[in-house]
Nanobody, 121 residues
Framework: QVQLVESGGGLVQAGGSLRLSCAAS????????IGWFRQASGKEREFVAR????????YYADSVKGRFIVSRDNAKNTVYLQMTSLKPDDTAVYYC??????????????WGQGTQVTVSS
């Protein structure tokens, strides 16, 4: 079992920055990758970014590429999502999730509770 806890959300003005954290505990050695997702009110959940635990390879959705950076600190079992140049469209609940199957990076087994990010115009 893996437990994930997000933090760092809040209210920010457009153009501002926030850094989200995702702290993992439990069977962290089973984690292959951590993904960030978001869900805006009335919309489906969408993929934001992903980082592979070993090696640090990253992948981003086109909507955040160049503005968001995902990083990791394996010693702290924590993954970060640095968000810059925030737009009102980035307003959503942000979730981190753990992938434990290196052969299927689209499958996320464990999810955090989410943290609200609100960007005002």
């Amino acid at each position: 079992q893996v437990q994930l806890v997000e933090s760092g959300g809040g209210l920010v003005q457009a153009g501002g920055s926030l850094r989200l954290s995702c702290a993992a505990s439990g069977s962290t050695v089973t984690i292959n990758a951590i993904g960030w997702f978001r869900q805006a009110s009335g919309k489906e959940r969408e993929f934001v970014a992903r980082i592979i635990r070993s090696g640090g390879s990253t992948y981003y959705a086109d909507s955040v590429k160049g503005r968001f950076i995902v990083s990791r600190d394996n010693a702290k079992n924590t993954v970060y999502l640095q968000m810059t140049s925030l737009k009102p469209d980035d307003t959503a609940v942000y979730y981190c999730a753990a992938n434990i199957n290196r052969y299927d990076l689209g499958q996320y087994r464990y999810w955090g509770q989410g943290t609200q990010v609100t960007v005002s115009s």
